[in-house]
């Protein structure tokens, strides 16, 4: 199984990014992991969220399953995710969209609509999220002691 994390947009502040790096490192000791980062559309609105959402779908390999992450999606927990991930027999891609959200024909694709919390978090915060939880699934896959 290889993995994608793919987000749109990038950490202007400078606070997410090693956070995000440090649990990148992490995961693919477990997995062959890739991050992905696609520049935020030019536009703004509804037209934003169908560019982006159109370069996501174009990014998607074949056989690929994508995962959206959408505060409207299902919540799971680290448990239910680490067993959802280790049904999969493919490769995932892990969707997090920019400031606009993710486009619908995005979340209609998608094998997995999962929402990290019922709060809106910035993008690049869900990255870091999503990535911590991830290593976590793969931690609970082998039976490691991260998760207490």
């Known amino acids: 199984m290889k993995l994608r994390v793919l987000s749109v947009g990038r950490d202007r ?3 997410f990014e ?5 649990y990148f490192g992490r995961l693919k000791h477990y997995a062959p992991t890739e ?3 696609l520049p935020a559309s030019k536009h ?8 982006e959402g159109e370069r996501i779908l174009e990014s ?19 448990v239910e995710l680490s067993q959802w991930i280790s049904k999969q027999s493919g490769d995932l891609l892990f969707c997090v969209g920019g400031d606009e959200g993710l486009a619908e024909p995005v979340r209609q694709k998608a094998a997995l609509v999962l929402s990290l919390s019922k709060l809106t978090l910035p993008h690049r915060l ?4 999503l990535l911590e939880q991830l290593y976590r699934a793969f931690t609970l896959m082998r039976g490691e002691p991260y998760h207490k």
């Open 13 to 15: 502040s400078g606070l």
């Open 60 to 78: 998607r390999r074949p056989r690929e399953a994508l995962v959206a992450l959408d505060e409207r999606g299902k919540l799971l927990s680290s």
């Open 35 to 37: 991050l992905i980062e």
């Open 126 to 129: 869900a990255r870091v999220v």
């Open 44 to 51: 703004s609105g509804e037209k934003a969220q169908r560019d």
């Open 18 to 22: 090693p956070a995000a790096q440090e």
